[in-house]
């Protein structure tokens, strides 16, 4: 024959899995947040590691913020984590590695394309520059001229 | 900071899957504490069922989460069909599979425990043991896919599981052996 357990005994423990339960599910909520809040501080940390490597190349590159460039600079930063932590971790997907490299080309086309643009504008500036010299010096020479003679200058606005 | 809230739902969807299998694990434990009908010390025996029976549903709460931010965190692409069919994710199809086929059996699980007064508790019983192949799945699924596959702290953390689940077996199985062990011989008469 089997024991029933008396009545005080049941509500006593009912009580007590409730309140276990309870602190199980507070728990577990907690463990997960941390989990979330640690992955945010990785994340954040590998990604500014891997900016500020990629920012020798081209700062604006990472300024763009765009979700494709979200979710690259994610597979970067994961393939980035797996790269310079413990030897564990240093193998990666080919999935990762592929995803990191192709973030790295498009920045570094990118950043190439900014260079040759600015180079260009530069190029561009520094002609204009020259010209607009040279036609200072040929107004400043002719005002010069003209004053050693003793006539009226000019053009002597023109080399400003 | 907007880094982190786009982000936000891929880290919710890893952390819980963590949850998850940890909670899973303690759902395979007490499971096993339940066949063995051990009980806290001074508590009666349907406390170890109990917490059998509550910290399953809490582990399906956190596998909801999990489920639902995989669909809707656009660099994980989980499709929805992938979520019940095993092994047709467009990205890491035999992981994400495994990840199926464990839902699967939960939910099989769920449902049967619904229906529990309307089935017969042989078949009942028989799904409830197939059911205990959600958790190595699950476990598979955790550390064979990810971005955390690699990583130092999921490794622990599912070593953990793997030491309290084979404890908790070999526990059992010693139980049973030093039953038959303290069993009275038979005398022939």
Known sequence: ?160 | MSDFSANAVWYLMRGSGVVSLVLLTAVVVLGVATVRRWHPKRRPRFVTASFHRAISLLSVVFLGVHVVTAIADPYAGVAVAAIVIPFVAAKSAFWVGLGALSFDAVGALIISSLLRPRIPLRLWRAIHWFAYLAWPLALAHSVGMGSDARSLWLEVVAGACVAAVGASVVWRLNVERGIKHLAPPVVPV
């Open chain 1, 1 to 160: 024959m089997t024991k029933r357990t008396p009545l005080s005994d049941r509500d006593s423990a009912d009580r007590m899995i409730k309140r276990v339960t309870r602190s199980v599910a507070v728990g577990a909520t907690g463990v997960m947040a941390l989990i979330v809040g640690w992955l945010g501080y990785t994340h954040k940390t590998t990604t500014s590691a891997a900016a500020s490597t990629q920012s020798a190349a081209s700062s604006s590159a990472a300024t763009s913020a765009s979700s494709s460039a979200s979710v690259a600079s994610r597979r970067l930063a994961s393939a980035t984590v797996t790269t310079s932590s413990s030897s564990t971790e240093a193998a990666t997907t080919k999935a990762k590695q592929a995803a990191a490299a192709k973030a790295t080309k498009a920045k570094a086309a990118q950043a190439k394309a900014a260079a040759a643009k600015a180079a260009a504008a530069k190029a561009a500036a520094a002609k204009a520059a020259a010209a607009q010299a040279a036609a200072a010096s040929s107004s400043s020479s002719s005002s010069s001229v003209a004053s050693s003679t003793g006539s009226t200058p000019v053009a002597t606005s023109g080399g400003s």
